[in-house]
């Protein structure tokens, strides 16, 4: 799978995840508030149907010893009854405490109904008090239900939307696939004229040559250069799963004199200047992968430079930087930039691959890369190491 499709697999999948889970949330939490209300008015309706079945027994009593033996027993329930100044006449739990004051209400997890008395016999009897359990133990049977309810949900939609994510993606794969096989057919017919026209430049005998003539060479040299270049990313990145990397202390000092002695004709024929500022640096590496990296920086900062613009080329013992004073990247941009087959400015040409190239090799290598450009400006490539990979 490409970076691109992967990249939009996540996005989309990571994206209906959350949406989804927050939808559940809020339906889940409705559900619970609905259910809170409905364990609520249970408990307080089975309260009022208990105090009034007790008011009917006991409203005939003449006695307290009557009054007992009228008294209907419920194991969801305690009651208790207090006088006028509110004394207790009888307590079916001693422990009964709570705050005194008529009506429904929760206090210390449990719930409470206080109603005044009026009895036919025994006028002393003032106030019934019933204590029910609080219904925290339906509300806790009911977040256990809601979080299995939303575990098993996410998951199974998860498991949906990635199947069907890449069901609607197989387009852009096989787009993607069609791509990689043109520019696999592209690299291998640009193979053999190219070795023919880098070994016939290579071949010339240029004392003999007027200045025309040089001229010409001259841009047959860049133009070779500048396919020989593409025809190597090309390659690399048809390659890149099955090389082998062959680590070696690489002097990048001398790779980079090598490869500015390569680029000279391409920035001399947009009049570019080349200025560095390069130290002794040792960095343990794939030397080729390495090239691949300085080639393409160079390569991009003549390419998106301006005719007569400045390349500044800086070399320490740990980090790496070319600047050009080019046409830049709009910010918003800086973060596609990196993405295999993106390009933003269209009259350069190329197939978009070669920052692409250069991030996939310093990630193998923990490379960091900092971009920052200025529109108009120019464009600054920075590459640092850990002194531990020297």
Sequence with gaps: MHGPERKSLIRFVSLFVVLNTIFLLIISTMYYIYQKNIFLEVRHNSILYYSGNIQHHIYPSKNIAEFKGHLSKDPRFEVGFFTEDKKPLYLSKPELSFPFRTGFFEYAHHYYYIDTLELKYLKKIRYIVIQANSIDAELERTRI??????????????????????????????????????????????????????????????????????????????????????????????????????????DLLSIFEERIEYFHPLAEAKRISIHTDLRPSILLMDREKMIRIIDNLLSNAIKYNKISGKIYISLTAHSLSVSDTGIGIPHDKLAQIFERYTRFDEANGGFGIGLNIIQMICEEYHLNVVVNSELSIGTTFIISWEKSSH
């Design 145 to 250: 239900s809601i979080y299995l309810f939303l575990v098993f949900s996410i998951f199974f939609l998860s498991i949906v939307i990635y199947a069907l994510s890449k069901l609607f993606l197989h387009p852009l794969r096989d787009t993607i696939a069609q791509l990689d096989r043109f520019i696999r057919d592209t690299t291998h017919e640009l193979n053999t004229p190219l070795s023919v026209i880098t070994m016939s430049i290579e071949q010339l005998n240029k004392e003999h040559l007027d200045t025309k003539q040089l001229k010409q060479i001259n841009r047959i040299t860049v133009a070779s250069r500048t396919i020989s270049n593409l025809y190597n990313d090309l390659t690399f990145l048809m390659m890149y799963e099955n090389n082998k990397n062959n680590d070696v202390p690489n």
